[in-house]
């Protein structure tokens, strides 16, 4: 669910009989497609809230980094009734901490000049609602969390932030283009991951595996 650019997608067509990715952005499906995950995997457009599948169709349903943009309560039940009742749902949100190691500049840059000028759009909670999941009939069978780093070049930091909702918004908005983006971060970017350098950035993953009660 909330597949994008079919990333996790890929992933899981490499351990799966059958994948199938659900977005509701056509531009994210298109993307997804020409990206050539295989046989194993396919991507149709649709809604968490009302999903267009039979009951107890999948064994397993996952979201990553995409529940915020969901209403749960609607998702869980969705997931419920598709669900077999030895199947699983599994929801992990890995996501930048703004800290970068040794660099203390780095998350008072992300916090003051960065969400100043992009500022996040309206959307909901990034980790699951524990207690909103029982009431939809899952219980909560693992929890866990993980730090990582990600190596990163201030043009490879750019990129990435240029994915983000704050930039991605910016430019729907038409107040800002991807070019002029790009250029401010570079200029600002340079005293954090000079030319030449490369950056260790801190992310952390939440991930949680729900099963259907009984």
């Known amino acids: 669910m ?3 650019s079919g990333r996790s997608t890929v992933a899981l067509a490499g351990i799966a009989d059958k994948v199938i990715g659900v977005d509701s952005s ?3 499906l298109a993307q ?3 990206s050539g995950t295989g046989t194993a995997a396919s991507y149709v457009r649709g809604r968490a809230e009302e999903l267009e599948f039979a009951a107890e169709e ?3 349903v996952t979201v990553g980094s995409a529940l915020h943009w969901f209403r749960q309560d609607l998702f869980f039940a969705q997931c419920r009734r598709v669900l077999r009742k030895t199947g699983a749902l599994v929801v992990y949100n890995d996501h930048f ?5 040794s660099v203390v500049e780095c998350k008072r840059w992300m916090r003051t000049r960065f969400a100043k000028r992009f500022p996040p759009p309206r959307r909901g909670m990034r980790d699951i609602d524990e207690r909103m999941a029982e009431e939809c009939g899952f219980e909560i069978a693992q929890r866990g969390a993980f730090d990582h780093d990600v190596v990163f070049t201030r043009a490879e930091l ?4 240029l994915t983000r909702s704050n930039t991605l918004a910016a430019i729907a908005s038409g107040r800002e283009t991807q ?7 570079d200029a600002e970017l340079a005293g954090i991951v000079p030319d030449g350098a490369r950056g260790e950035f801190i992310f952390k ?3 949680w595996l729900l099963r259907p009660m009984e």
């Open 179 to 185: 070019e002029s983006i790009a250029d401010w971060l």
């Open 205 to 207: 993953c939440n991930l």
């Open 97 to 101: 901490t703004t800290h970068m190691r």
């Open 158 to 161: 750019i990129r990435y932030l």
């Open 58 to 60: 999948f064994e397993l």
């Open 32 to 34: 997804a497609r020409d």
């Open 26 to 28: 056509e531009e994210m």
């Open 2 to 4: 909330g597949c994008g």
